[in-house]
């Protein structure tokens, strides 16, 4: 089945100690999208790629940065770790054409703890 | 600006009562998406449905339902013979045409008693 796959899906890491997620994909969606979810909160939108564009949003932290190498991968850095940052990190794929609003299709999550 | 307003933010109903989940949107765009989405204890948003401004046909698909009413900006989701296996956080998204980023109500948590 085609799918988005996140690893780990739980990730212990100290504060301060940089740490990466990954995301790959067999969908070939051309887009992908990282977000974070706090509890009982809402998910909220990190950055995403259009293909080799990175966008970022206006409201993320220096400290989060992506990597797209390829199509099917994609990559979550986030430098310095604080206890602010411990939350679920959803990535997700579309199709890309902007004018045709395909919908979102989301991996299982990262659950971040930050010691 | 765009905002999504899931004003209910718990429901419980017991197993095979119909349940309403309400969604209301804002946007100045005439052109938009709109969408649902399911979260289970597990983690996983699961697609539901997407609909676009310019379908006001309402869906139905097994025990699943959405009314969209343009007029109310409303695209409310109904779940008919509600089972245990419902009982998840369910997310209403909205989509500007031209933009990739979804704007995510605030989630209503069902839970469905057996």
């Known amino acids: 089945d085609a799918m988005v796959i996140q690893n780990p899906r739980y990730q212990v890491t100290q504060f301060g100690k940089p740490v990466t997620l990954s995301c790959s994909q067999t969908?070939?969606?051309?887009?992908m999208y990282w977000y974070q979810q706090k509890s009982s909160q809402a998910p909220k939108l990190l950055f995403h790629?259009?293909?080799?564009?990175?966008?970022n949003e206006a409201d993320t932290p220096d400290n989060f940065q992506s990597r797209r190498p390829n199509t099917s991968f994609c990559f979550l850095d986030i430098r310095s770790p604080g206890l602010g940052d411990a939350a679920m990190y959803l990535c997700?794929?579309?199709?890309?054409?902007?004018?045709?609003?395909?919908?979102?299709?989301f991996g299982p999550g990262t659950r971040l703890t930050v010691t | 600006a765009q905002k999504v307003t899931q004003a209910q933010t718990e429901i419980s109903v017991v197993e095979k009562e119909d349940v309403t989940l309400d969604c209301v949107y804002e946007?100045?765009?005439?052109?938009?998406?709109l969408f649902w989405y399911k979260q289970p204890p597990s983690g996983e948003l699961v697609f539901l449905i997407r609909?676009?401004?310019?379908?006001?046909q309402n869906e139905i698909s097994g025990r699943y339902s959405w009314n969209f009413q343009k007029s109310t900006s409303s695209f409310n989701f109904t779940i008919t013979a509600s089972q245990v296996v419902d009982s998840a956080v369910y997310f209403c998204?909205?989509?500007?045409?031209?933009?990739?980023?979804?704007?995510f109500g605030t989630g209503t948590r069902l839970t469905v008693i057996p």
């Open positions: 997700a794929t579309s199709r890309g054409f902007r004018d045709r609003g395909y919908e979102q299709y």
């Open positions: 998204a909205l989509r500007r045409t031209g933009a990739n980023n979804l704007f």
């Open positions: 609909r676009n401004s310019f379908d006001e």
């Open positions: 946007t100045r765009d005439t052109t938009y998406y």
């Open positions: 790629y259009y293909d080799k564009d990175f966008n």
């Open positions: 969908l070939n969606h051309n887009v």
